[in-house]
């Protein structure tokens, strides 16, 4: 009989991680608690830094898992160890034992109204990364009219301790460039502006869309954090930043702020992992044992790690990470 | 007057060439005019100084009518072009001299005005109103297959320019190829005319001939009247002064166009570019498209070669520079700075003794300091004395700025730098970039100060014994700066440097015909891409014998090659280090 | 402007102020400034809303002038508001509430300063016995003269005579809110609303009627910064800060600037007329200014108090267009005029900006 | 009357009423312009930046920031040596951009 793998999160890293682990003869088992698969990612309209669309990566993720064991709408209510592996308690109340737990919960979204000087949830026009992906996919959104004037606010809880996080978020500056330059193909007599406070265009090809987001889009990116947003009497949005290349404040005025929202530890994951002994890191997400040979491994047996639960990360960093994931869960199977 | 005297088909004729006759001499007053009055002057003065009315008469026959230089560039075309030059010219004298012996047909005298008038175009048509002598007949038709047959390879050289060894011929309006479709006609017709007499090809041998001298004026065979003009005036010693007026204008119309430039130029690599090259540049300069016009002289590297290969020796860099000169500039530069700035002064520096030699890196050297400790090493190990006048960061010798053909504001760097120099009391100034030297040699007021490219002073020190180095085994291709070989023809002594220190390969295009390796400061307009592409052209041209090693002597070569170069590039000053 | 997120930020930023029973301390400079205001807060407060507050005469200035003007060290700040915390103590109170922001959030640093590092807090404990011989308590609650007003802002709604409507043409009057920055700024969490959308000052708008203001540089300072004022050649820094606000809410034509800063309304108050003789620009309508007033007063005025009993003859700019607008009586003639009928003496008639 | 002080001006650029018209047209024959990421090796390279404060990075930005007259007073100081164009990782044409500033 083939060994269960208890795969916990249904976005890129729990899908890719189920697909291998199926290749490799092993009976993996996703549950989701959303409706459906796909994740954040799902969510997204087209993919840095070749504007390549999410859609494509996604229906062949979905395409892989077809025949694998997919509890949608469920979520584990309790896990315990047991002499076979783990036995773990849906809210359906089906129990499913498993051999392994592959924890694939993903990340949370900082909530910007968080970040109260941005106005978020308070100025009409100041809408986070996420709903802008959701415009470019359905083209909806009565807060966007044609908007002459548009800001990105890169860091939106990340590298901030005024809310607590500290960590760098990663896709952040690429997907803000991406985003920019996607305006601009909407709204192409739009000033386009990103403030960041240091452009982190880390992968392959990103730094060429950084090239073609100034060359070829004409956006202005402008270092220095957005320190305060408030409403003129137009409605339209009023903000202060100081140009630090410049060394002088800054203030304008824009009819669109989009605020780069970072990743943050999946916090409704927090019962399950307590109960399965896992520690977090220092930035508040999940511990893995060691950050170069150990990163799909927690400091508990059986139990293993993948994509953004322990780190923001990329789309390809994700996959990257399922994939070794399951030849971890794989020699650990083998070797028992 | 009798139809054996006249004929109205020489009216045609008569038209044009009244026409183009007018039209050159107004021209001719024009330009003149234009000059200013010291270049007036020294234009009267050398016509009746033996030498340089001697070289007038030299290169008015050499050029004009034999066309020497092409013969050397090219024999074919040399031919090609003295066959129809040399031959017309010919007709036209031995017609004159004919005019004396010929007898009218039916016997006709013409005395007085009606005399002169028919001096006029009897040479031309003489055929169908006398009779020749037999001996004229044989040099006239003689002549006549001369310029035929000249006109046969211009033919073909228009349908397939590469077996006449061309790449790229200069791409002509409707006016040109319509001159261009008479001249070839005129004689085919007057041949045909001469011997069959038939009314009709005289009138089209006359109207070929209007419609040549007519539209001469709107071409670019306006080249073949003005080349006189501009002989003379390049003899006086002129230098180009205003983009479109006076030496200019006459430059401008004595380029014909043949596209040998076009070819030469290192821009030509990239065909997008080979629009940029000095002929087109002329052409739009004569046609006044002035925006296009700035734009090319903003362009070019101004490396040199399209001057040196110029069949009509034209200084087509020098009317870019002109051109660039006139461009008017709303911020002025303020340079006052340097008048308080005691930089690079080491005069002040622990050895109170005068130095033999003063050193100038340059702008560009300080940013390849290999260069820089070479030098060092070599100066100190030849025992010289020297300062290193820049060696905490200087002033720019000035030449980039006057590139940008700003004049006055290069003088106060000039001035600055002068004054440093001289304040270190050396009678030496040893230089490591071509950029500088080039500047050195044509602005600066050194009076004593001997200025030497570090290339001619490594030779030097070599030579007489100062510096000691080991021939070694490794094979250097040599590349000519811009500047220092085309524009002062040091060939030999970076050469023999090489020889010191290892084997001197061959590069193709070597000495005036090397190639610009695309980073000159030269060019304002070039994209960093299109750099790189005459930069890959030029290495692979120096590759061609497959040499372990580039050499050259200009920091801006050495920085440009070692982008694109498959061996390592060194500074002569660096392997010659290396051989101590 | 989205009024459903504000009131997400408003209830999550909430605090608990005691129904009764509290020691209230007096600000320096308000006494001088608004000598009207604290007497009108102890009358609402005692006859109005009948609570029991108390005041005790031994308490002294907090310190904190002298704290930000960096000529006192912090433990000796410290032992000066230990010193009123034991005066509390002495007389059998546990709720402080102080009359002026600066104090508020000297009170709120300290409190904090001492829970975070507990060694402090005993060393000041050994300051103060050594120099008072006090016993050291603290309070149980802290809160500003401001957070009172706001908690009781709808039974004083319910007393009110004059709401902030304009009586001409039955709209609501447009007040700009502005807080004294160490209200909320330092712990967002000790003022009502937070440090980004302040409740407390919107509250006492809405509750008595009028129209609240939100204005680009509304979270701006008033320019007073301690430092920026007390040096003569650095004033116009503190002017300049002043200047923004007022460009930046001069588009809205507010009738009225509510304060709960000893500071502010001085400076609000104040720099409008040196704006006005320096640049000749006046913010309100007719070449007058905009009233800034404190909450006090604004709360004394919708109650029916007489304006100069209230002390609003104390205002470099005139007060009574508004009391036009709310269509309080008023008598010119005693505007000037002391309790006793003295006469107190007009003030130099400005240049540019009217003052009656 | 005199306070003995006076209202300091806002040290804020406003990006609104910045009049770019100069920016937009080098842009237009300057594409390049855009791309600078204010590495700084023009500025640290520079020969008259040896003296004075000429900086290509802060001309650039001065021009983008309403500051044209700062601009143009730096630019005065520039040699024209070509530098900066050689050190530039963006490989921008910043010789004939500062020659094209000053038409």
Aim: net charge neutral; with cysteine; charged share 25%.
């Amino acid at each position: 009989m083939k060994e269960n793998i208890l795969i916990i999160g249904g976005g890129a890293a729990g899908m890719e991680a189920a697909t291998q682990l199926q290749k490799l003869g092993l009976n993996p088992i996703i549950v989701e608690k959303s409706e459906k698969l796909g994740g954040h990612i799902a969510q997204w309209d087209r993919l840095f830094p070749a504007f390549h669309p999410a859609k494509d990566v996604v229906d062949q993720m979905l395409d892989n898992v077809k025949g694998v064991d997919v509890r949608l709408n469920t979520q584990v209510t309790d896990i315990q160890r047991d002499n076979n592996g783990f036995k773990a308690n849906l809210n359906n109340g089906e129990i499913i034992d498993a051999k392994a737990v592959v924890l694939a919960t993903g990340f949370d979204l900082f909530k910007a109204e968080r970040k109260q000087e941005y106005g978020y949830g308070i100025y009409n026009n100041v809408i986070t990364s996420l709903e802008l992906e959701k415009f470019f996919r359905t083209g909806k959104d009565e807060r966007i009219n044609n908007p002459k004037k548009i800001g990105f606010v890169h860091c939106v809880g990340a590298r901030d301790v005024k809310v607590g996080n500290t960590y760098c978020s990663k896709v952040c500056c690429t997907t803000a460039l991406k985003q920019a330059c996607e305006m601009k193909e909407v709204f192409p007599d739009a000033e386009v502006y990103t403030f960041y406070m240091d452009l982190r265009m880390f992968g392959p090809g990103y730094e060429d869309l950084y090239l073609k987001t100034q060359k070829d889009y004409d956006v202005k990116c402008i270092r220095g954090r957005v320190c305060e947003v408030s409403e003129d009497m137009d409605g339209r949005l009023v903000i202060k930043a100081e140009d630090t290349l410049f060394g002088k404040p800054l203030r304008m005025t824009l009819d669109l702020l989009v605020l780069m929202c970072s990743m943050e530890k999946n916090k409704s994951i927090e019962a399950i992992q307590q109960k399965l002994g896992i520690a977090n890191n220092s930035d508040g997400f999940m511990q893995n044992k060691d950050m170069y040979l150990g990163m799909n491994d927690s400091k508990q047996d059986g139990v293993f790690v993948a994509g953004t639960c322990t780190a923001p990360k990329s789309l390809p960093d994700t996959i990257g990470e399922a994939r070794s994931v399951a030849v971890e869960v794989f020699n650990y199977i083998n070797n028992k | 007057m009798n139809q054996y005297i006249f004929h109205p088909f020489v009216l045609p004729f008569v038209l044009g060439m009244a026409f183009v006759l007018t039209y050159c001499l107004v021209g001719l007053v024009r330009i003149i005019a234009q000059l200013p009055k010291d270049d007036r002057k020294k234009l009267w003065r050398s016509l009746v100084t033996p030498k340089t009315a001697w070289a007038n008469i030299r290169d008015l026959f050499g050029d004009c009518l034999f066309h020497v230089k092409i013969w050397k560039r090219n024999p074919i075309l040399g031919y090609m072009h003295s066959a129809i030059a040399f031959g017309w010219f010919m007709i036209i004298v031995i017609g004159h001299v004919m005019l004396f012996t010929l007898k009218p047909l039916q016997g006709v005298e013409v005395e007085g005005f009606a005399r002169t008038f028919t001096n006029f175009y009897y040479p031309i048509f003489y055929k169908h109103f006398a009779t020749e002598t037999p001996v004229f007949a044989f040099l006239m038709d003689f002549f006549l297959l001369v310029i035929i047959s000249g006109i046969l390879i211009a033919v073909v050289k228009k349908i397939y320019s590469k077996i006449v060894g061309v790449k790229r011929v200069t791409k002509f309006g409707f006016a040109d190829n319509l001159v261009r479709f008479a001249l070839w006609t005129i004689f085919p017709f007057r041949l045909i005319a001469e011997k069959s007499n038939i009314m009709a090809f005289w009138w089209l041998y006359s109207i070929d001939l209007m419609i040549f001298m007519c539209m001469l004026p709107f071409t670019r065979y306006m080249h073949i009247p003005t080349e006189a003009l501009f002989i003379l005036l390049q003899h006086a010693g002129l230098k180009a002064r205003e983009p479109r007026k006076g030496y200019n204008l006459a430059q401008l119309y004595s380029c014909p166009s043949c596209g040998l430039c076009i070819d030469a130029c290192p821009m030509s690599v990239n065909d997008k570019n080979s629009g940029n090259t000095s002929a087109y540049f002329m052409k739009m300069m004569r046609n006044g498209d002035s925006e296009d016009a700035k734009r090319i002289a903003e362009t070019c590297l101004m490396c040199g070669k399209c001057v040196m290969i110029c069949p009509v020796s034209i200084e087509s860099c020098d009317i870019k520079w002109s051109q660039r000169a006139a461009t008017p500039y709303y911020i002025n530069s303020d340079h006052s700075y340097l008048d308080d700035c005691g930089c690079g002064d080491a005069s002040n520096a622990s050895n109170c003794k005068t130095p033999s030699v003063v050193y100038f890196a340059g702008c560009m050297t300080q940013l390849t300091p290999k260069i820089m400790r070479s030098m060092k090493q070599i100066m100190d190990a030849a025992g010289d004395d020297y300062e290193f006048l820049d060696k905490d960061g200087g002033i720019c010798c000035g030449r980039p700025m006057l590139l940008s053909g700003k004049v006055a504001e290069a003088q106060a760097m000039i001035a600055k730098n002068t004054e440093l120099i001289k304040k270190s009391g050396a009678k030496k100034l040893v230089l490591s970039c071509p950029i500088c030297y080039k500047v050195f040699k044509d602005e600066y007021q050194l009076e004593s100060i001997e200025i030497q490219h570090h290339t001619q002073y490594i030779n030097e020190l070599i030579k007489n014994g100062k510096l000691k180095v080991n021939k070694g085994d490794v094979n250097y291709v040599y590349h000519d700066p811009c500047e220092l070989g085309r524009a002062f023809g040091v060939y030999d002594e970076p050469r023999e440097v090489i020889e010191n220190v290892g084997n001197l390969r061959k590069a193709k295009s070597e000495k005036e015909l090397s190639i610009c390796c695309g980073g000159s400061l030269g060019s304002f307009n070039l994209t960093q891409q299109e750099r790189d592409e005459i930069t890959q052209n030029s290495v692979n041209d120096l590759m061609f014998n497959n040499p372990d090693e580039i050499v050259t002597a200009c920091p801006l070569c050495l920085k440009t090659f070692a982008k694109k170069s498959p061996v390592q590039v060194k500074d002569i000053a660096e392997i010659v280090c290396e051989k101590i | 402007m989205i009024i459903e997120g504000k009131q997400k930020i408003w209830a999550d930023y909430q605090k608990d102020i005691p129904d009764d029973h509290y020691f209230y301390v007096r600000s320096c400079i308000r006494q001088a400034f608004w000598p009207g205001s604290e007497v009108t807060f102890l009358d609402i407060t005692r006859n109005k809303l009948g609570k029991d507050i108390y005041e005790n005469p031994y308490h002294t200035t907090c310190g904190g002038i002298a704290y930000h003007s960096d000529t006192i060290p912090q433990e000796t700040a410290m032992t000066i508001i230990a010193r009123q915390f034991a005066l509390m103590h002495e007389s059998g109170y546990e709720n402080y509430v102080c009359s002026c922001i600066t104090s508020f959030g000297c009170y709120t640093e300290t409190l904090e300063t001492w829970h975070e590092y507990p060694e402090l807090e005993a060393k000041i404990r050994q300051y103060l016995w050594d120099s008072c011989k006090k016993e050291f308590a603290k309070p149980k609650y802290l809160a500003h003269a401001s957070d009172l007003i706001y908690k009781f802002r709808f039974d004083i709604a319910k007393q009110m005579k004059f709401p902030l409507v304009n009586v001409k043409t039955g709209k609501p009057l447009k007040c700009v809110e502005h807080i004294g920055c160490h209200y909320s700024k330092m712990f967002p969490s000790k003022g009502f609303g937070g440090a980004e959308y302040p409740h407390v000052l919107v509250g006492m708008i809405e509750a008595w009627g009028g129209e609240v203001v939100d204005y680009p540089e509304r979270r701006h300072c008033c320019g007073f910064g301690f430092r920026q004022y007390f040096v003569q050649a650095n004033r116009g820094y503190s002017e300049s800060n002043t200047y923004k606000k007022f460009e930046s809410m001069e588009p809205y034509e507010p009738d009225l600037i509510i304060t709960n800063c000893p500071g502010c309304p001085y400076f609000l108050d104040r720099w409008q007329y040196v704006i006005a003789e320096q640049t000749g620009k006046t913010y309100g309508k007719n070449g007058y200014g905009i009233p800034a007033l404190t909450y006090e007063e604004v709360a004394g005025l919708v109650m029916g108090y007489d304006p100069w009993d209230l002390g609003l003859q104390m205002h470099q700019v005139a007060i009574e267009p508004l009391l036009e607008k709310m269509g309080i009586p008023y008598d010119p003639k005693k505007k000037y005029q002391g309790v006793n009928g003295k006469d107190l003496g007009q003030p130099m008639c400005p240049s540019c900006i009217k003052s009656v | 009357m005199d306070f003995g002080f006076c209202l300091s001006p806002s040290s804020h650029v406003k990006i609104d009423s910045v009049d770019l018209t100069t920016f937009n047209h080098l842009k237009e024959t300057n594409p390049d312009v855009n791309t600078c990421i204010a590495c700084g090796s023009c500025t640290a390279t520079c020969t008259a930046g040896n003296f004075t404060e000429m900086s290509f990075r802060r001309i650039l930005l001065m021009l983008q920031r309403g500051k044209e007259a700062e601009a143009k007073k730096l630019i005065q100081h520039c040699m024209f040596c070509g530098k900066c164009t050689l050190v530039c990782p963006r490989g921008i044409n910043i010789r004939k951009i500062l020659l094209d500033i000053t038409r």
